[in-house]
């Protein structure tokens, strides 16, 4: 108590501090580790029979349906036989697939997640008054909510299978199990995926609560971890497709021709997989503080932890400067020792530290622009 009242202390003296610039040098290792993740196909009474599942390559041909331009438009109602000629054109495509064989049903996904300490360290930082503002800030935030909450949001992710993205939607069952363990903890649980709900973070599951405490303890210490096995089985039905992470062609000089790939999907050692990167996105996907996530109209239900609340697939920023939301609004004065009108916005900030990134302020002034 001695120490909290302590740390109160300094920081309230540090807000007193009007020339604590940010740093120009600020990062942060990230806290949540995943691996990439291994697709199996097995049978959801003999989950113990797995086989690794590979890429299909398939050649097919597509019929012409994108959205014509303005030229074409006019073409096509000047002379309706030039459509009938572009549709008789084939549009060949290779792509690649994956999917169960015929006698298996289940999925299995398997992957890891490293959980670290050390959050009050940035692991670059080349202001010492700003280091010492923003340690002090964030032993207050440990003294007091110990990541609770967001090691809670972080663990009902795992328990609601949500990394799974497409591969969840239709599934009839979906298990996941997860065996935490470090120097001294060996724990194990089993969750039913479909008994929780993706649009809040308001389960009572005492397993929730169990494995979030073990993640909280991590995140909250200096130098500990704790290491996450996780397997899942989502019963799809047989010979269902199945969705490993696509790649991204960065090179398309010749993507147009014909005869060219056009879907290129995830393999390691020839097993079909999800990208880490999808994975820690899904685990992360705990931001309900966001102003319009009350709002029905405009709502994406829980977003990824991000400094400005990017939702890619929405084309939306839902944390604007502007609108004074984003991480860099409210960690520059939080850092600094001011207190932040909602706790909700310190979870946020924190949530955003764990995930990491480069924060650093560039000390060029407008006019050297």
Known sequence: ??????????????????????????????????SDGYMFGTSWDKKSEVTPLKLRE?????????????????????????????VERPNLQRVDACALDQNQDTLKLCFTLKVLGGITNPSACNNALFKQSYKAAAKIYIDTHGFTELATRYAEN?????????????????????????????????????????????????????????????????????????????????????YPSEELVLDKSSSDKKGKKTKILYAVNDIAAMHSQKIGNAIRTIDTWYPDF??????????????????TNLGRAYRTPKDKQDFYTFFDAWARGEQLARIEDE?????????????????????DK
């Open 294 to 311: 009350t709002n029905q109209e405009q709502t994406a239900g829980p977003i990824a932890i991000e400094p400005y609340g990017a939702v």
């Open 347 to 367: 979870h946020y900030v924190m949530a955003v530290l764990v995930r990491g990134g480069v924060f650093g302020k560039s000390d060029k002034k407008e006019s």
């Open 58 to 86: 398939k050649a097919v041909r597509g019929t012409i349906s994108n959205r014509f331009n303005k030229n074409d438009s006019k073409t096509f109602l000047d002379d309706p036989m030039k459509l009938d000629a572009d």
């Open 158 to 242: 795992l328990a609601n299978a949500r990394f799974l993205w497409r591969n969840r939607f239709g599934a009839e069952r979906i298990e996941v199990r997860v065996n935490a363990s470090n120097k001294t903890v060996s724990q194990k649980w089993a969750f039913d995926a479909t008994k929780f709900n993706l649009h809040t973070f308001d389960s009572s599951d005492t397993s929730v609560k169990e494995l979030g405490a073990l993640i909280a303890n991590a995140l909250s210490s200096e130098d500990d971890y704790l290491l996450l096995d996780v397997n899942c089985y989502v019963q799809v039905g047989s010979s269902q497709e199945v």
């Open 1 to 34: 108590m001695t120490n909290l009242v302590n740390l109160k202390l300094r920081r309230t003296t540090m807000a007193k501090k009007e020339n604590i610039d940010i740093a120009s040098v600020l990062s942060f290792e990230k806290k949540l580790i995943p």
